[in-house]
T-cell receptor, first 116, second 111 residues
């Protein structure tokens, strides 16, 4: 079985400050890792993903995440946040082997609030 | 493409009533799933389907039924609603392990 832990339920920051949202996973097999974002009263959208290859992955709006296998982590970072980044962020993991590779296990989410 | 659509957007039920949450996708995705989202709990998988005629249980299946007669549609049925089923329900679809596409959600209140 696999699990995801998001260490912070809420992260308040000021505009233009850097931010890191932490995610740790537990799995006995190799994994695919995802970050999804949910803006208020909307569904989830994929922000970025790690499947294989380079351990540093980037999104089009300035977020990046680094897969660290030894620490079983996939932390999300942005060097300078905007008010529009206010949203809830979910880390998720799937198992690419066998028939269950479509199933996602989500963390409980981190609410990022960017203040002016 | 409309992507993943869900109806209704909001619903209020009384305990014991039944209803069906509708989900449809027009991307020809084989994989579809239902999640519920509760405060502080993240998203939890209710049921999923890997193709027409094939469904399986997720993490929290009790009180819910699903069927998949076509690739496009994946309805979720509540046979006898309970207050514990008050939640926001999301449907998602995927063509591979690469990414799941989510609908806008249905906010359900059971009184």
């Amino acid at each position: 079985a696999q699990s995801v832990t998001q260490l912070d339920s809420q992260v308040p920051v000021f505009e233009e400050a850097p931010v890191e949202l932490r995610c740790n996973y537990s799995s006995s097999v190799s994994v695919y890792l995802f970050w999804y974002v949910q803006y208020p009263n909307q569904g989830l959208q994929l922000l970025l993903k790690y499947l294989s290859g380079s351990t540093l992955v980037e999104s089009i709006n300035g977020f990046e995440a680094e897969f660290n296998k030894s620490q079983t982590s996939f932390h999300l970072r942005k060097p300078s946040v905007h008010i529009s980044d206010t949203a809830e962020y979910f880390c998720a993991v799937s198992n690419p082997s066998g028939g269950s590779n479509y199933k996602l296990t989500f963390g409980k989410g981190t609410l990022l609030t960017v203040n002016p | 493409n409309a992507g993943v659509t869900q109806t209704p957007k909001f619903q209020v039920l009384k305990t014991g009533q039944s209803m069906t949450l509708q989900c449809a996708q027009d991307m020809n995705h084989e994989y579809m799933s239902w999640y519920r989202q509760d405060p502080g709990m993240g998203l939890r998988l209710i049921h999923y389907s890997v193709g027409a005629g094939i469904t399986d249980q997720g993490e929290v299946p009790n009180g819910y039924n699903v069927s998949r007669s076509t690739t496009e549609d994946f309805p979720l049925r509540l046979l006898s609603a309970a207050p514990s089923q008050t939640s926001v329900y999301f449907c998602a679809s995927s063509y591979s392990y690469n990414e799941q596409f989510f609908g806008p959600g249905t906010r359900l209140t059971v009184l």
